[in-house]
């Protein structure tokens, strides 16, 4: 099993940015496959970013349209967490924000769905003001 926390969330501007950290505890960090979404009241968990390992364990990330060129994930396996960067905040950005784990290394393409995760944090709020 693995335990997720994440944090860095608050309030920021319209173009403004942000570093959400996702710590993990648990089995060896590098046996999962990590991903990235976000929820606003009355809509369903939206999938933003993940990233896997192929079999030769060659780093792979995919994004969401809506955040394509402006959010970023990362890992740091000695550290056990997964960040997100988020650059150019807009409006539309206001949501909580959870991490989620997936069992399994080795895979040759990323998750985007969220039943196909194992385990998720508490989420972090984010909110954006013009």
């Known amino acids: 099993q693995v335990r997720l926390e994440e944090s860095g969330g608050g309030l920021v501007q319209a173009g403004g940015s942000l570093r959400l950290s996702c710590a993990a505890s648990g089995r060896t960090f590098s046996s999962y496959d990590m991903g990235w979404f976000r929820q606003t009241p009355g809509k369903e968990r939206e999938f933003l970013a993940a990233?896997?390992?192929?079999?030769?364990?060659?780093?792979?990330?995919d994004y969401a349209d809506s955040v394509k060129g402006r959010f970023t994930i990362s890992r740091d396996n000695a550290k056990n967490t997964v960040y997100l960067q988020m650059n150019n905040l807009k409006l539309e950005d206001t949501a909580v924000y959870y991490c989620?784990?997936?069992?399994?290394?080795?895979?040759?393409?990323?998750?985007?769905?969220?039943?196909?995760?194992?385990?998720w944090g508490q989420g972090t709020q984010v909110t954006v003001s013009s």
């Open positions: 990233h896997t390992w192929t079999g030769s364990y060659l780093y792979l990330a």
């Open positions: 989620a784990a997936r069992r399994g290394a080795g895979r040759v393409a990323v998750t985007t769905q969220n039943r196909q995760y194992d385990y």
